[in-house]
């Protein structure tokens, strides 16, 4: 098992470029979750999926901030236009329903606006 | 609103010494408990899972223990060592939800 797999590993960009992240859930997982990590709000929930369907997206910032989840295997975090204040570490999870095994985390993607 | 504080923020020992992170959390009302480890720079590894009808959960010299009525977790590692080093994360699920709720974590470096 490969775990999850995130990608890019590190993105900079320029303010007001779209930014796309990825993310591979382990397989056989139904939850997918996609939090942000910064250094005076700590680990943030932004959205999570059951199912490839959307539960809860009240952690999503702004207008900004879109997520898809098409398939069972594949999830997008996208972020158009990008500002200097998205700049994070931005983690993908994923959950099996009987959550006898918590949640398992990717590498997550460090994202740069400059 | 779930609430979780991890007491202290870092945490600085010597090599081989016994140690204990504390967790809280402002509602009892829990599915599990999961301690995280994270590394500068990764993401973040699992290290126990505590079911709310569980008391504690032991892997090699980590032993986390849970007392869900007074709100509060604790993360003990024996022996400590120099690749013990990492900011340790403690998370809260609420019972209903699937959210995760996060401590700031505590700092751990352990002196060679």
């Known amino acids: 098992d490969a775990g999850v797999i995130q990608s890019p590993r590190h993105e900079v960009t320029e303010m007001g470029q779209e930014v796309t992240l990825r993310c591979k859930p382990i397989s056989g997982h139904n939850s997918l979750f996609w939090y942000r990590q910064t250094m005076m709000r700590g680990l943030e929930l932004l959205i999570y999926f059951n199912n490839n369907v959307p539960i809860d997206d009240s952690g999503m910032p702004e207008d900004r901030f879109s997520a898809k989840m098409p398939n069972a295997s594949f999830s997008t975090l996208k972020i158009q236009p990008s500002e200097p204040r998205d700049s994070a570490v931005y983690f993908c999870a994923s959950s099996a329903g009987t959550d006898l095994y918590g949640y398992t985390f990717g590498s997550g993607t460090r994202l740069t606006v400059v | 609103k779930q609430e979780v504080t991890q007491i202290p923020a870092a945490l600085s020992v010597p090599e081989g010494e016994n140690l204990v992170l504390n967790c809280s959390f402002t509602?009892?009302?829990?599915?599990?408990l999961q301690w995280f480890r994270q590394d500068p720079g990764k993401g973040l590894t699992s290290l126990l899972l505590i079911q709310s009808s569980q008391r504690e959960q032991t892997s090699g010299r980590l032993n986390a223990s849970l007392d869900k009525s007074s709100g509060r977790s604790t993360l003990y590692i024996a022996a400590s060592q120099p690749g013990d080093s990492a900011t340790y994360l403690c998370a809260v699920r609420g019972a209903g939800s699937y959210q995760l709720t996060f401590g700031k974590g505590t700092k751990l470096s352990v002196i060679p």
């Open positions: 509602d009892s009302a829990i599915y599990n």
